[in-house]
């Protein structure tokens, strides 16, 4: 346990002077313009979020990946610089909620030139399908630094996780789409440039290229993968309708409230006693201030998560507003039935998920329907 510390340390010294909030910037490709479309089918396959029907037949494209959500076991700011960005320490953990993203690389036309757009595809309202959605941003990325900017594709994105939500869910497309892309391409890139390349885009999407454990720092990017003997983990995530943008949250911040636990010492607490991480206190999240003091139903429901026998840990997600509930409810019908039939309650049953090592492997699970007991 004390060999990991100094490495950390010198992670946390090798910070990037890049910030923690990384908004979506305006699309600046010059390539050209994509064909797009909402998906709207008739199906028994119904998103979890905006209970849109779709019907996607796997069969119709090359590959299809499962894009995993992540939930923060804690989360610390360490400090704001004076460029207006924060320094974070936290521990990164994927779960088996999450997205599709299906992917195929467009032949070219019949006189033998390319085909001049991409076709992107998805099925919950509100998704850009501009260039400014990091599916689309991540194929260009792909694209640019491989040198394969003539090739196209058609990418279809079947959304569960919500937005808003803490959960990274639009990172961990960019990372499925980074990874598609490569797979497609002939792997040009290695998995280390992948990872490289992945900050251009945002905070959390390194993570992703992770195994699905990992102690990130600097914005979200730099990433140093952990193995913790966490075992098989069950969880529940519970996501009220309203959300909280970052900069929103972070402008609530009062940094007299912050946490004084040192990261390194959290860190070195799950790597030793797993998700019991040796006592409650090591569920630090330094965003719950803001986010309940702008939201004080937030606080509310996490005090009510509390009272449910058989949780062993409740906290906040990232900067919101989902809260996750380590272990199961001892009445776990009586518990969907309360807070599933609650208003603008959503709650999603799951469980820690990881990547198995090796080229050219992803996160796999069987992809069912969440029923969000909404």
């Not at 309202?125 to 630094?145: F, I, M, T, W, Y």
């Not at 002939?186 to 390194?206: F, K």
Request: aromatic share 8%; with cysteine.
């Amino acid at each position: 346990m004390t060999l990991v510390l100094p490495v950390l340390l010198l992670v946390l010294q090798a910070i990037s002077t890049s910030g923690f909030i990384t908004a979506v910037q305006s699309p600046t490709s010059t390539t050209a313009p994509i064909r797009t479309k909402n998906l709207v089918l008739s199906s028994a396959t119904t998103d979890a979020s905006s209970d849109t029907a779709v019907d996607v037949d796997p069969s119709e494209y090359d590959l299809s990946l499962f894009s995993p959500c992540k939930i923060n076991l804690f989360l610390r700011i360490l400090r704001k610089r004076p460029d207006g960005f924060h320094d974070l320490a936290s521990l990164f953990q994927t779960v088996a909620f999450g997205d599709m993203l299906h992917l195929k690389l467009l032949d070219d036309d019949d006189d033998g030139s390319s085909t001049d757009d991409d076709e992107f595809m998805c099925n919950m309202e509100g998704v850009p399908l501009d260039r400014s959605n990091l599916v689309l941003r991540a194929l260009d990325l792909v694209r640019e630094k491989t040198g394969n900017t003539d090739k196209k594709f058609r990418a279809n994105l079947v959304k569960q996780v919500p937005a808003q939500a803490g959960l990274g869910g639009g990172s961990g497309n960019a990372a499925a789409a980074m990874f598609g892309a490569n797979e497609l391409l002939g792997r040009p890139a290695t998995h280390d440039e992948l990872v490289e390349w992945s900050g251009d885009l945002g905070s959390d999407i390194t993570f992703f290229l992770s195994h699905g454990t990992a102690y990130c720092t600097g914005r979200g990017e730099i990433m140093t993968p952990v193995r913790a003997p966490f075992g098989p983990v069950k969880l529940c995530i519970v996501k009220p309708d309203i959300g909280l943008s970052t900069p929103q949250v972070f402008g609530a911040l009062d940094y007299d409230q912050l946490s004084k636990e040192d990261p390194e010492e959290l860190l070195a607490r799950f790597l030793e006693h797993g998700v019991d991480a040796d006592g409650d206190d090591a569920y630090v999240n330094d965003l719950e201030q803001p986010a309940f003091d702008c939201l004080p139903e937030l606080r509310e429901l996490k005090e009510d998560l509390l009272q449910v026998k058989g949780f062993e840990h409740v906290m906040m997600s990232g900067s919101g507003t989902s809260i996750f509930c380590i272990g199961e409810a001892d009445d776990m019908d009586g518990f969907l039935a309360d807070f599933g039939s609650r208003e603008g309650i959503s709650v999603f049953p799951t469980e820690f998920i990881s990547r198995e090592d090796g080229e050219g492997v992803w996160f796999e699970k069987e992809w069912t329907d969440v029923d969000p007991y909404a």
